[in-house]
Each structure stands twice: as structure tokens, then as C-alpha cells.
């Protein structure tokens, strides 16, 4: 027995380290059937792991996103906690500090002392894109494992600089592609690749919205240093993405077109829209939109031999709307899940590919992959829509 009363597999148990199982208190006492009376833990309960095991996060950079969705998706994870803020705004720190119980901070340039910190395990990198190369070399240099935001840098180069520094560091490095763990897209990603809608013939994804110059998270979107490109940078990469989720197949060749206002002020530097067409091994075409100058929207819609599935919205925060029509049949909503748990599956699924150091699902090299096809498009584009190899 310990100096608490509690024997060592009980403390183990409590801890989590142990599966909970009755112990004989609960069998050995009989008991009146009609009083109240506790029972034992029954089934196989998937208990949040206690929080000093949980893997600790150092969140980059304290912008609309990050405060919006990946903190309350930290709050609502099972194996991941808030441990460092850094930030250019040491008071709009603190007060997130106070509003998370996260007690450690750093700015930009004491970003390197996190190398110190045993509170750190990973780094969420949510800067502006043209910052994702630098910060996220400077966490792996440090020691830590990163998660990086999408697009996942501004160049293939950046990129491939990124994936040699996890390498060397010996952590891991993932894009935060968060759709790949809403349970919605999982599920018809899944259904897709099944063979429930029959052999896949045609993928269709639209995302846009209209950029706001005046409003400072979609001023550095259309500045070509920090956006990195534009909206097929920011919003397209998301349908891009999407078909080869579904798909399952990396595309061969590209064609695509600029479908913005040459006039419009907004667009000096990255471009509006991309209407775009993607080609695969199976001989299967995707093609879709990405905007900054349309109404906000992201839909898909993948065409079967024998069925299609709708989705619209496609990659919301809080919603998706799945329709899938079988042929002959009428059209039946799926669901699956509550949209809103991607923000903390993601980051759990994270830390457990950091704590076992194996590879994250969205790795560093389909972070790179996406740029790749994204800036064969821009070379089909230039060209005024030519076929490009990718
Ligand atoms: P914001 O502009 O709202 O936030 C960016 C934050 O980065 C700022 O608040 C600031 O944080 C920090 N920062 C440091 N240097 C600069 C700079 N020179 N200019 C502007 N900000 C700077 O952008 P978002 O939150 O919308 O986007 C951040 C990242 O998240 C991007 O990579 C974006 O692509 C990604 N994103 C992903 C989404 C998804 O669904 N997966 C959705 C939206 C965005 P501080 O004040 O703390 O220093």
C-alpha cells in the first residue's frame, strides 16, 4: 500500500496507465437489490488521457484562426494541451494566457529559447504562409515536432527545406489539413474509395470567398511575401486537395486559367481566381474554381458509375451538407460525426504521431505535393492554359 491507501495498481488505474477493471469491492459485499449501490466500470471506455501526460503545445502566432478554431479544438482534445503562446502581441498573449491557463510566452525573437523548454513537445505553426518556412525550421532546429498550417509554405523549395530540417532534427512534420479528420469528408473519402459509388469517373470542387483589403487577415493574403500566391494558395488548395483524398491518386498533368478582373486593384500581386483542371494515372479528370472574388463557398461533387456524392458546404468549420444519390434511386443526407471535432482530432492525432515519432497522416511531403500541382497551374495559366506535366 502507498502513504495514500491506495495500492499501486489502483494509483496506476487512476493515472490511466492502467485499464480500469471491478475490483472485488464491487463483487465481494452483497447488497439489498434495492439500494443504491456503485457498480463497476463496464465496456471499454475511451478515458481523455490525465492531463500531465497530455503532449504540450506551443501555439505561433494568435490570429483569427488560431483563437477561433484551433484553441477551442485544443479544449475539446483528448491528448493535447495549450502550454506556450507566441506572439508579436504580448498583451493579447497574457489575456489568452488567462483565458487557457497557459502561463509561458514568447515573441518572435526569444522564439529560439522553446529549445530550452521542456513544457514544449510540438509547434503549431499559424502565421501569415511566407512565415511558415522560418518558423517552422526554427521549432524543428529547436528540437520540437511541427504542425504547419496550410498551404504549407510559399515554394517547393521552402517546402523541400522544411522536410530535410524534420529529417535532420529526427521529429515530425505535418500539414494541417484538417478535413482529413472531419469525420464527414473521412467518411465519404471512404465511401469513395469502397467502390460504393461504382467506378470513380469525375471530381468537381469549388472554394472561394471575396477577399476584404481593408481587413488585416486578408491584407497579407494578397500580398505575394506573405500569401505566398492567392486564392489558389489560400481557399483553392482545399478542392485540390479534396480529389486526391477521394480520388486516391496524385495528378500527372494540369491545365488551368485566371478567372479575375485584370483591373481590379485587389490583384496586383497574387491572383484572384484559378479556374483549373487536373489529369490522373487512371486517365479520371478533376477539375474546380478557386476564388477571392466570389461569395464565400466551398462544394464538391465526386461522379461515380454507379452513384454521386454532394457536398456543400465541403470543408466548413461547423457544417457539412452530404448528399449521396444512388443510381435509381433518390437522394439520401449523410452524416457522420460532428464537424466541429476536427480541430482536436487533428492535433490528437498529431500527438501521437509526435509521441511515437512515426509519420502524421497529412505528412510535410503532401504539403509539397499540393504547391507542386498548385504551381503547375500557375505555369499552365501563364501560358494561357496549356497542358502542364507536374
Ligand atoms: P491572421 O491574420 O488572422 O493571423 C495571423 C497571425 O500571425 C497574426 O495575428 C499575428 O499573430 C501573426 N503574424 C506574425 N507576423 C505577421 C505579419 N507580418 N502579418 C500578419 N500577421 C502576422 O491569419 P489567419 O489566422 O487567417 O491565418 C493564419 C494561418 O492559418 C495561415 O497559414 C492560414 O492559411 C491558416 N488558416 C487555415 C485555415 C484552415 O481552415 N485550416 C483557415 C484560416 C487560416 P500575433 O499577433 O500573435 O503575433
Redesign the pocket.
Known amino acids: 500500500m502507498t502513504t495514500s491507501g491506495m495500492d499501486r495498481r489502483s494509483l496506476l488505474m487512476a493515472a490511466g496507465l492502467l485499464p480500469i477493471t471491478a475490483t472485488s469491492a464491487f463483487s465481494a459485499t452483497p447488497q439489498a437489490p434495492n439500494m443504491a449501490q456503485g457498480q463497476p466500470l463496464l465496456g471499454n471506455p475511451n478515458l481523455p488521457v490525465p492531463d500531465g501526460e497530455k503532449t504540450k503545445w506551443a501555439i505561433v ?6 483563437v477561433g ?1 484551433v484553441m477551442p479544438g485544443f479544449v475539446a482534445s483528448d491528448r493535447s494541451r495549450m502550454t506556450a503562446f507566441v ?3 504580448p498583451q ?2 497574457r489575456d489568452l494566457g488567462a483565458r487557457y491557463g497557459v502561463d509561458k510566452f514568447y515573441d ?1 525573437g526569444s522564439f529560439d529559447k522553446i529549445a530550452g523548454d521542456a513544457d514544449i513537445d510540438c509547434v503549431y505553426i ?4 511566407g ?2 518556412a522560418e518558423y517552422t525550421i526554427r521549432a524543428l532546429k529547436a528540437g520540437k515536432h511541427v504542425l504547419c ?3 504549407m509554405a510559399s515554394t517547393p523549395e521552402e517546402c523541400e527545406a522544411m522536410i530535410t530540417a524534420a529529417k535532420a532534427a529526427n521529429r515530425q512534420l505535418g500539414v ?1 489539413y ?1 478535413v482529413h479528420f472531419e469525420p464527414n469528408n473521412v467518411d465519404v473519402a471512404k465511401r469513395c474509395q469502397s467502390g460504393e459509388l461504382g467506378t470513380l469517373r469525375y471530381f468537381t470542387g469549388d472554394a472561394g470567398f471575396s477577399a476584404n483589403p481593408d481587413w ?2 486578408h491584407k ?1 493574403r494578397l500580398q505575394k511575401g ?1 500569401g505566398g500566391g492567392g486564392s489558389m494558395y ?1 481557399i483553392g488548395i482545399y478542392a485540390l486537395n479534396a480529389a486526391m483524398m477521394c480520388l486516391g491518386e496524385d495528378p500527372v498533368s494540369v491545365s488551368a486559367v485566371y478567372s479575375y478582373p485584370k483591373d481590379d486593384p485587389r490583384f496586383a500581386e497574387v491572383e484572384g481566381g484559378v479556374d483549373w483542371r487536373m489529369t490522373f494515372p487512371s486517365g479520371i479528370s478533376a477539375q474546380g474554381s478557386s476564388s477571392y472574388c466570389y461569395a464565400g463557398g466551398t462544394r464538391q461533387k465526386i461522379f461515380g458509375a454507379d452513384g454521386a456524392i454532394t457536398m456543400d458546404p465541403a470543408s466548413d ?1 461547423y457544417e457539412q451538407r452530404i448528399m449521396m444519390q444512388k443510381s435509381g434511386q433518390g437522394p439520401v443526407q449523410l452524416r457522420s460525426g460532428n464537424p466541429i471535432d476536427q480541430f482536436g482530432n487533428q492535433v490528437d492525432a498529431f500527438s501521437m504521431a509526435a509521441k511515437a515519432n512515426t509519420p502524421h497522416l497529412t505528412p510535410g511531403e503532401m504539403g509539397l505535393r499540393d504547391i507542386r500541382v498548385i504551381q503547375a497551374m500557375y505555369r499552365s495559366a501563364d501560358q494561357g492554359g496549356a497542358k502542364v506535366a507536374v
Open positions: 502566432g494568435l490570429g483569427t484562426f488560431a478554431q506572439s508579436g502581441n493579447k498573449a518572435y499559424a502565421l501569415p504562409v512565415l511558415h498550417e496550410k498551404p494541417a484538417r488585416p487577415p497579407w506573405l489560400d468549420y
